[in-house]
């Protein structure tokens, strides 16, 4: 099927999200809408699936002006949906997922359960998605979550899909095994619309690639420029994609963790007796597939999660005894990995979120009462700082774009005094401009001498910011190494080879490898 919009412009209020977007997809096509966060993507997106009615402009399929008034119109009209932020219930499995809304029923209007399922093994079989049609969406990775949304869209007969910044939560093993999805999808015939800011995963699956910026197309690009040009266009400046740094100046301990070992509720050993030391002004990044104990070690910091052993210490106090609040009033500055759940609150204004830790102290309260005023004006100068796209910080901030809200939280934690930094995924959902400050202010912190503990799955943040590297697997830390160390060893200790043995394997990798290349030159 061939999307088309012409001269699509969306407007709310004084703003202008969507400016006379001129947009084709052609039937059996990947694609990619490449631009930063703000730039209009998802208001587009949203568009195209019915969510938003147009100001201005004409969407046409097959050549034929289509209206919608609603997502059912679109997907009846063979338009599919995989929203960035899910749209699962978790307490659902994976067939009533995928049914909902769409029930297929037989004798005496009941729902037809067994059908239902049977397509769900029908498509998953068909595509290799792997998917437990039984399965609670709660207990599945993120990754299997998104491919129940797309067996979803395709179970309502989709023949164009829309991707909206699929990877933004996928480690770098799903990312690729989105990409050989979408490569079956596109030999299917399934036009595909793919909308990103990730300049490598666009140059790797892209047949075209339309670049848009503050809601304007300003050009078009084939999977042959370079990253440094697509960056370029997208921003609209020139952009470094690696972190300039001078060498860490670590001076004596400020953090430690010692033989932290943390229990789930079901009695699995999620942390086995981690330990770590951060000097001051020093970054470690803990790298490792999504799901090896990352989210358990820095909600252990926190004090979310309870530990059942170790230390945790802070300048020399043990942290154990305190609540989050203490934590925090500490000096912890916290970045959550899941913005939406756990960084802000999705009805509160900008201006509310940025002090969501911070409202009862000075300069926000005087004991009694809060001073709005003040709230505002920081908010205002640190948005602007952090190059929040809003209208006012009074709108809520469910108004901005997931990029835009990891700012917010960044804004809040990084522009108050703290003596320790714990961010997971940091940059997640962030385009090349900003990932690009983000890293620049994170180093910034640490040469003020913060310790800072970076938890990424994006390995290419982990060598650009680490001046030490913890790599995490099945709850333990399999080693620390320098940062900068190689790219090979690093995979291989994320797949749980001690550091010392995959020096090794890599080294004989690297051997193979060249003496490869000189049989081919010979």
Do not use: W
């Not at 966060?37 to 195209?48: D, E, F, H, R, V």
């Not at 690639?209 to 921003?235: D, Y």
């Not at 490792?288 to 104990?293: A, L, P, R, S, T």
């Not at 100068?381 to 910080?393: A, I, K, N």
Request: proline share 4%; net charge negative; glycine share 10%.
């Amino acid at each position: 099927m061939k999307l088309q919009l012409t001269g699509v412009t969306k407007r709310f209020g004084a703003f202008t999200a969507n400016d006379q977007i001129d947009l084709t997809v052609e039937p059996g096509e990947i694609h990619a809408l490449l631009g930063e966060n703000g730039a209009g993507k998802s208001t587009l997106m949203n568009i195209i699936y019915g969510l938003y009615s147009p100001n201005e402009g004409q969407i046409l399929l097959d050549d034929e002006p289509v209206s919608f008034d609603g997502p059912g119109d679109a997907v009846e009209a063979g338009i599919g949906m995989v929203h960035q932020h899910f749209m699962l219930i978790p307490v659902f499995n994976v067939t009533e997922s995928v049914m909902l809304g769409f029930e297929p029923t037989k004798a005496a209007g009941l729902i037809d359960f067994a059908q239902a399922r049977r397509r769900v093994e029908e498509i998953s079989a068909r595509f290799g998605f792997d998917v437990d049609p039984d399965a609670m969406i709660e207990e599945l990775p993120v990754g299997a979550q998104q491919r129940v949304e797309i067996i979803k869209a395709l179970s309502r007969d989709a023949r164009v899909l829309i991707l909206d910044e699929p990877t933004a939560v996928l480690t770098p093993q799903e990312t690729d095994e989105l990409i050989d999805i979408m490569r079956q999808l596109k030999e299917a015939g399934t036009s595909i619309l793919f909308i990103t800011h990730k300049l490598r995963e666009v140059r790797a699956i892209a047949d075209r690639i339309t670049v848009i910026r503050r809601g304007k197309v300003v050009g078009e690009a084939t999977p042959e420029s370079t990253e440094t040009e697509l960056a370029s266009l997208m921003v609209g400046r020139e952009v470094s994609l690696t972190t300039e740094k001078e060498p860490a100046q670590p001076g004596q301990t400020g953090f430690s963790v010692k033989d932290l070992t943390v229990i789930s509720s079901s009695g699995k050993v999620m942390l086995d007796k981690v330990s770590m030391e951060i000097a001051r002004g020093e970054i470690l990044c803990v790298a490792g597939v999504d799901g090896n104990g990352q989210t358990e070690l820095a909600e252990a910091i926190l004090g979310i999660r309870e530990a059942v052993t170790g230390t945790i210490t802070l300048d020399g106090t043990d942290l154990r005894r305190m609540s989050v609040k203490e934590r925090l009033n500490a000096g912890i500055g916290f970045v959550p990995e899941d913005r939406s759940t756990d960084g802000v609150i999705a009805g509160f204004s900008i201006t509310e979120n940025f002090v969501l830790d911070q409202y009862d102290q000075q300069p926000y309260s005087n004991g009694i009462s809060m001073k709005h005023d003040v709230m505002r004006a920081a908010a205002a100068e640190q948005t602007s700082r952090f190059d929040v796209r809003l209208g006012t910080v009074d709108d809520p901030i469910s108004t901005l774009s997931g990029g835009n809200q990891q700012k917010v939280v960044l804004a809040r934690e990084m522009s108050r005094d703290i003596r320790l930094f714990v961010a997971s995924q940091p940059t997640r959902g962030l385009d090349v401009g900003s990932i690009e400050f983000v890293h620049r202010t994170i180093i910034e912190e640490r040469d003020n001498g913060t310790p800072c503990l970076i938890i990424s799955t994006e390995l290419d943040e982990a060598l650009n910011l680490a001046d030490r590297i913890a790599v995490m697997y099945r709850g333990k830390i399999i080693g620390i190494v320098p940062g900068g160390t190689d790219r090979d060893v690093l995979g291989l200790m994320m797949a749980g080879v001690p550091a010392d043995e995959a020096q090794v394997q890599a080294q004989d990798h690297h051997t193979i490898l060249g003496e490869a290349d000189t049989g081919a030159e010979v």
